[in-house]
């Protein structure tokens, strides 16, 4: 199809109709020039297809499928090319029914560990969110069919959702809710993306042209098409002019004539109409016409076959987040199964990515054929049941050599539209865990959760595997790494705090009236805890094996390097236990000293490496000058400071193996703007400002310094106090402190200046 050509023949109204839904889900078709609808679909963690006549609010039910793990699951796996399996299984999916745009992946980040989405979506580090997210979208893509990463940005919290206004500054913005989004649109060119609901700092984000054209477009290279959130449209005129494609869902009548008025009264410059329809229709032209051939209908050998994929998915992402030599447990053991979760597991979150699953593995049908008992423990529907399920279940522990208590979230406390109170586990859950855990018997705990909770009985149980939320065969990959046919290999997308007020967002969030104001500025999730050197419950990066890795023999190929050069570093991995194992290494960067207040260290790279015992590999890491860098508002962009550098080498955030330090140069010279209120340090800080003022700043230093007697007459440490003094004094003050008159300081500040 020729897009230009085909928009040539369209009529004003007929564009105008392109610009809106056809229904719930189905772009508008043009008939007379045979242009078809296209249909899209959520995901993320499976097809979720509705049936049937559409309803104007996507509640009818859906086809009966496969559920993956979540997002926040798939992220703790750390592992992109199990992200990129699942967008090619899905997109796949999407084939056979003849859906050619996938709503996902979720990549938002988690500022609060109480947003009610926290499950849809990657991690609390943009890094890790933005290359899970790419290797999706390029899985999507890769079939033919278009990925529609969401919700552009900002979108932190469900209190509010369709109006709160997020008030984040420029920095903050970019370095840490934007990144993600700028490596997903890099590195994997999604030819859709959906603007967020909310307000950003004022403007809606379906009428924000910074997001939607400068940044999004002209910063970033997007060349797809923009579509609203479901009902995030505003007014028609005004989204265009921003940047906005596709106003979801429809049908919307008012939209089209909204349109064609505010082109008729030359409010809108219809080229932008023509600008807007180009970008859907090309874009469902491009990535359609690279679809492979001969697909097949849903079968059950498909949906066979995807179960084994959202098994293995749910293997490499569960994560083993304590173990007191309990697990794995022995085949000649007597296991008690505690709690409805290992007759019923909860596997995924409620809302719009909620999949009608055909099939759900449980642990206690899995365990069929090993020495297991079961007792339900707690019953998340019936709570006055709870006092005497309890005494049961520490009854039949009388018999056994080890219980595995499964609990977590029961579903309603994790959904789409509200966020939780807080994160505790249900009161008769922690009863029951605390209970078992004093009778003498080795504890486990099998957690079922989307997002962190808290566990004040963790130093009583023995071991905790923590599944999060880990789709249809949730069940069987929970037996498979409790016996040890499969051995933990996740790591922590997200730091579990002891509780919830030791959460850097606790204070404003969701913000009065829905307005958050996101004062903790860059410091969120790790970057927070490290800063304030707070021991989180479990920190980010965080999982156990049952095999031990060796770290050693760290290399760099250049001691020093500019922002234009890149860095490789080595490292040797070696099995040195007695089990097959994964191991995720994490690469961290630390700045020794910035002038500005950046977090102690940040993820810049990560591998995941399976090793036989006794194997050992070597990895390597290349950095680039972004690594290093932090969002300067002096310039827009990112800058990379002049300095020394750590790069830190570690299996969690916390366990970090080896070190070794690096210097990068930075070419960028930054702006010069300064008055004669500027700080002398400031202008120190700059190239232009150390030439011109750096002599003049020495002179006085050594003058003083041959005048320390005199310095001392104000007491000990006098000497270091005028230096103080001199350096962080307005340049102004040289006329009263340096000897120079206002004329002289004004002419320097030219000179520096310009
Ligand atoms: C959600 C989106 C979803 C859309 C369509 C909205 O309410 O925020 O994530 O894709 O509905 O179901």
Redesign the pocket.
Known sequence: MDVNELISQMTLEEKAQILSGAD??HTAAVERLGLKSFMMC??PNGL?KQVGEADHL?LNGSISTVCYPTASSVASSFDVDLARELGETLGDECLREDVSML??P?LNMKRSPVCG?NF?YYSEDPYLAGKMAAAYVEGVQSKGVLA?P??FAA?NQEYR?MSGNSIVDERTLHEIYLTAFEIMVKEAHPKSI?C??NQLNGTYLSENKYMLTEVLRDKWGFDGFVVT????GKDPAKGVEAGLDLV??GPCEDHTKAIVEAVNSGKLDEAKVDRAVFNILNAFNRTIENRPEGVLASSDETRKRDYAFAKKLSLDSAVLLKNNKALPIKSDMKVLFVGEFAEKPRYQGS???HINSAFVSNALDAAADKNVTFAKGYDTKNPEENFILREKAIEAAEDADIIVIFAGLPASYES??FDRKDINLPKEQDKLISELALLNKKTVVVMHNGSPVAMPWIDRVDAVLDMQLSGDAAGEAAVDLLWGFSNPSGKLSETYPEKLSDNPSFLNFPGDGGNPEYREGVFIGYRYYEKKRMQPLFPFGHGLSYTEFEYSDITIDKESITDKERVTVSVDIWNVGRYKGKEVVQLYVSPNGSRISRPYKELKGFQKIELLPEEKETLTFTLDARAFAYYETKIHDFYVESGDYTILIGSSSNDIRLTIPVHVEGTTLLPCSFDMFSAISDILDTAKGREVLGPIVDNIFSEMKSNSENADSMGEGGTEMMERMILEMPIGSLSTFGGFDTAQVKKLLRKINH
């Open positions: 719930f889900w959520d995901g979720r996507g709503l996902g979720g989405r849809e529609c969401k919700h979108n959702r959906m967020a609901y959130d479901w009902g995030a979801m869902p809302g719009s990515s789409e539209g």
